[in-house]
Structures are given as C-alpha cells and as structure tokens.
C-alpha cells in the first residue's frame, strides 16, 4: 500500500532512550513480535552514544504502522521520538531537531500545506502518545525559529486580516514582510520583519549594523561589538 503524505504524526516511542540502538529494538518489536513487514515509523530521532540522530525507518512511500485512527497510516509520515514523555521532559535540542525534519518533510510534499498539519498522535488517535509532556507549541516555536533563521524564508503579504485570524486559530503561523526603517541620520533600511500572533519581529543582525553594532550568536549568548 502506498503513502500520500498529507500530515505529520509526531509519537514517542514510551520508552527510555538508552545508550545503545532503541530502533534497532523497536524494529525488532514491530518485526518480529508484531510481525510487521518493517518498522512502523518513516523515521525514528533517538541518541546515541550521547548524540542525536535520525534513523530512517520505513520507505515514506509506504504505507506506515503508527496511527491507524483517522486513516492516518495511509496520508502521514510519522516522526517517532525516542523516550517517555510521560516522564521525562524533551529536550530543546531534540524540539529543534524535530522541527528541522518536519520542516524538510514539509519541503518535499507540498499536501502537507502548513504547520496544522502536523498532529500529535494523541490529537488523532485515543492515546496519551506522545506524552503530556511533548508540546506542540515548543515544537511550532522552533519551526518559526528556523524560518525565520532561514534565507528562503518566503515572502508572504501579513495582511491585518491575517493576522486577525491568526490569533482565533490555535496554531499560528508566522508570516515576514519588508518593513522600513529609519535610522537616526535619516538613511533608510529595508529589514525582513517575522509576524506571529499580531507581533513583529526583526533580526537584531539586520537592525543593529547601520548603528555601529555587530551582532553574533554563540553559546546561547547574543553578542555585541562595535564595527567602526
Ligand atoms: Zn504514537
């Protein structure tokens, strides 16, 4: 049976992330104790030797095993996490590494229209997958962070209209525009602004030069020097 991708189902897998190879254990499971033809997610992110990494599971074109509800196995690509999120907390690495690969998902099949189409198992599904303490939210904050990191990012119009709906909808999206601004000697600058739920965003990096103001980012500290 073949697979058209429409959404993305995020899981975890309920178990602890070892140090050894978990998906080789839950193929096993899904192989052998279940009888599967192969693992049932297209892809499996888990640590390690201390180090993230993604697994490729099944072929996304096939037809996959993680959530059956809503016909789901057959129009969605499922992104397994490695651990309990029932206990534990997930990492900001691994949100950020989650958003990248959906972000790239998402690339690749054009059905999968916008970010609410990335589901919970749980949001389809009756079950606690993928643990109540996965969030959603910090998952589509890391998603408009590498937009809004992104070179690509497309231009799209935020119209006041847009953003009014925006706020109803209970997944927002950003959107960036070209906004001008204006330095203190009057010469002008046209700076990508990032829009989410009726706010805008500029990069430090795009405003600050024209001042005299380098800006860098290491760390997780935002530095900032002189450049004349
Ligand atoms: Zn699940």
């Known amino acids: 049976m073949t697979n058209k991708p429409e959404y993305i189902i995020i899981h975890h897998s309920a178990t602890k992330d070892t140090d050894g190879s978990d998906f080789a254990a839950i193929k096993k499971y899904h192989t052998q104790t279940k ?16 180090v993230y990494g993604w697994k490729v599971g099944r072929a996304e074109s096939k037809k996959g095993a993680h959530c059956s509800a809503g016909n789901m196995n057959n129009k969605s690509i499922g992104l397994c996490l490695v651990g309990n ?3 534990e907390i997930p990492t900001a ?14 690339e690749r099949y054009p059905a999968i229209k916008d970010t609410s189409r990335i589901l919970l198992h749980g949001q ?5 997958c993928p643990g109540k303490n996965f969030s959603l939210k910090k ?11 992104s070179q690509t990012a497309t231009e799209i ?6 953003v009014e709906s925006a706020k109803e909808d209970k997944v927002e999206e950003a ?11 009057d010469s002008t600058k046209k700076i990508e602004s990032i829009n989410l739920a009726g706010n805008n965003y500029c990069k430090l990096r795009e405003i600050l030069p024209p001042l005299g103001f380098d800006v860098d980012y ?3 500290v935002v530095l900032i020097k002189p450049n004349k």
């Open 93 to 106: 690495e691994a949100y950020a590494l989650l958003a990248a690969k959906c972000k790239e998902v998402m």
């Open 139 to 149: 998952l589509l904050a890391a998603l408009t962070n590498l937009v809004s990191e």
């Open 124 to 128: 389809v599904g009756a079950t606690s």
């Open 35 to 50: 009888g599967w033809s192969d693992i049932g997610y297209h892809w499996v992110l888990e640590k390690v030797a201390g």
């Open 157 to 162: 119009q935020a119209e006041d209209q847009n």
């Open 218 to 220: 290491q760390n997780g």
């Open 175 to 185: 959107t960036t525009k070209k906004i001008e601004v204006q330095y203190p000697d």
């Open 85 to 87: 999120y029932e206990e």
